[in-house]
């Protein structure tokens, strides 16, 4: 199923989505071939340093312009981004 904005989350999914370890992360590196999307998530501690990605994620194209959608939603519904 497809998460977006104006579908929220049941608290029980919300519950589990919680659950997961959570890692920090400042950069990513995304791929797309014709039918899925592929976005590596890392982490750069001093301009210099190489990235250390630690994980990987990949969905189908529908669901990448779907998570676009509403990740766009969540940022314009939270406030201004700060830097």
Do not use: W, Y
Not at 23 to 37: D, L
Not at 69 to 77: E, Y
Request: net charge negative.
């Amino acid at each position: 199923m497809t998460q977006n904005a104006l579908a929220p989350a049941s608290k029980e999914d919300t519950a589990a989505s919680h659950a997961l370890p959570t890692t920090f992360s400042n950069r990513f590196h995304m791929t797309a071939g014709p039918e899925v999307v592929r976005i590596a998530f890392g982490e750069q501690v001093l301009p210099d340093d190489q990235v250390k990605f630690h994980m990987a994620t990949m969905m189908p194209r529908a669901e990448a312009v779907a998570f676009l959608q509403s990740l766009g939603a969540l940022l314009a519904a939270t406030g201004p981004t700060q830097n």
